[in-house]
Nanobody, 126 residues
Framework: QVQLVESGGGLVQPGGSLRLSCTTS????????IGWFRQAPGKEREGVLC????????YYTDSVKGRFTASRDDPKRTVNLLMNKLEPEDTAVYYC???????????????????WGQGTQVTVST
C-alpha cells in the first residue's frame, strides 16, 4: 500500500527554521521525484519545490528560493523539506506527493501528482 506521511510541522517564530519529513512506503523511493506543496487558509494549493531521484531541486515558487531546500535519504525512505528564514506568509498545511506515471520528472504540475500525504501544519507567528 502506497503511503506518504508528513511530520515535523509546528509553531515557529518569524526568521526561524523547521524541517519537515515525508516518510514513504509501498514503493521504491530511489526512482521517484517527490514534490512539496502547501495550502494556506482561503488560498489555492501552491507548489513549493520538487526533488528529483538524483537530488536536483526544481522550485515551483520563487518566494522560497534561497530559504527552502530539500534532501532525500532513500534507504530510510524519507524526503526532507528544510525551511529557513520562515515568514508569516509561509503559514500553511504542507503536503508531499509523488506520481506513478512520469515518476522521475519534476517538470509537472500539481494535477500530475497522484499520491499525497495527509499534510502537516506549519504556523509562523510571534
Amino acid at each position: 500500500q502506497v503511503q506518504l506521511v508528513e511530520s515535523g510541522g509546528g509553531l515557529v517564530q518569524p526568521g526561524g527554521s523547521l524541517r519537515l519529513s515525508c516518510t514513504t512506503s509501498g514503493f521504491t523511493l530511489d526512482y521517484y521525484a517527490i514534490g512539496w506543496f502547501r495550502q494556506a487558509p482561503g488560498k489555492e494549493r501552491e507548489g513549493v519545490l520538487c526533488i528529483s531521484p538524483s537530488g536536483d531541486i526544481t522550485y515551483y515558487t520563487d518566494s522560497v528560493k534561497g530559504r527552502f531546500t530539500a534532501s532525500r535519504d532513500d534507504p530510510k525512505r524519507t524526503v526532507n523539506l528544510l525551511m529557513n528564514k520562515l515568514e508569516p506568509e509561509d503559514t500553511a498545511v504542507y503536503y508531499c506527493a509523488t506520481d506513478f506515471y512520469d515518476y522521475s520528472n519534476c517538470l509537472k504540475g500539481a494535477s500530475d501528482y497522484g499520491a499525497w500525504g495527509q499534510g502537516t501544519q506549519v504556523t509562523v507567528s510571534t
